[in-house]
């Protein structure tokens, strides 16, 4: 799946340069002018990373950072603040709204760029197209094929996107209410349960390569991936 950007910039050149090199390397970027143009387009769906200039008209980009960390369905949304101030005071301002990273205009797209991708590594990894791997199991995300000691792994759509998100997580623990967030997406509206469903679904197809059992059930908390045991 191609990592969303959405870019809040209120000058054209600027929101045109950025949307460039962000096409070109790969990403699917939406734009917005300013903080009320971007607010129902977040309300709508949650993009991979918010790309958010601090000098808008009306409401700042750091006044809308501050309100996404306060709000629990943003709170874990990445967010890089563009900027042309560069005092310290401004960073620490920034820093302080829990913003990811902090770029200052001029910027070097090349620069801008290795930010991003880091940003994601953190705080979405299984948003960088980079082979994901776990015991017998291997996951190439541009491709989206699953192998298991070289064999293929056939997965339907919801179940690949499943066993995505856990390989970006080894180990972790995941509510039923996080996976269904964070792999249905936020405004799938659909019961609790259906997660149990598919994660049989998974289980099945892991089963004959003996890594069903990495898909763990932990008792009143959810699922993780496990390291072989």
Do not use: C
């Not at 401004?90 to 829990?98: N, Q, R, S, T, Y």
């Amino acid at each position: 799946m191609t990592p969303t950007i959405l870019v809040v910039e209120d000058e054209p050149a600027i929101l045109e340069l950025l949307r460039v090199n962000l096409v070109d390397a790969g990403y699917e970027v939406r734009v917005a002018p300013d903080a009320e143009s971007a607010q129902p387009m977040l309300r709508e769906r949650l993009p991979d990373l918010l790309l958010l200039d601090w000098m808008l008209p009306g409401k700042s980009g750091l006044a809308l950072a501050k309100d996404l960390r306060a709000d629990p369905r943003t709170r874990e949304l990445p967010i890089i603040m563009v900027t042309a101030r560069g005092e310290e005071s401004d960073k620490v301002a920034g820093l302080e709204a829990w913003v990811d990273d902090y770029v200052t205009k001029p910027f070097s797209p090349r620069e801008l760029k290795a930010r991003i991708k880091a940003v994601l590594r953190r705080r979405a990894p299984e948003a960088v197209r980079g082979m994901l791997r776990a015991g017998p199991l291997e996951l190439d995300p541009a491709t989206h094929r699953v192998t298991a000691q070289g064999a293929p792994v056939h997965l339907g759509p919801t179940e690949f996107r499943l066993l995505r998100f856990f390989l970006a997580r080894p180990e972790r623990v995941h509510s039923r209410a996080q996976l269904l967030d964070q792999v249905w997406g936020d405004q799938v509206y659909i019961e609790e349960r259906t997660v149990d469903v598919h994660i049989r679904r998974l289980r099945l197809a892991l089963e004959p390569f003996g890594a069903d059992r990495m898909i763990e059930t932990v008792r009143g908390s959810g699922y993780r991936l496990a390291a072989p045991r």
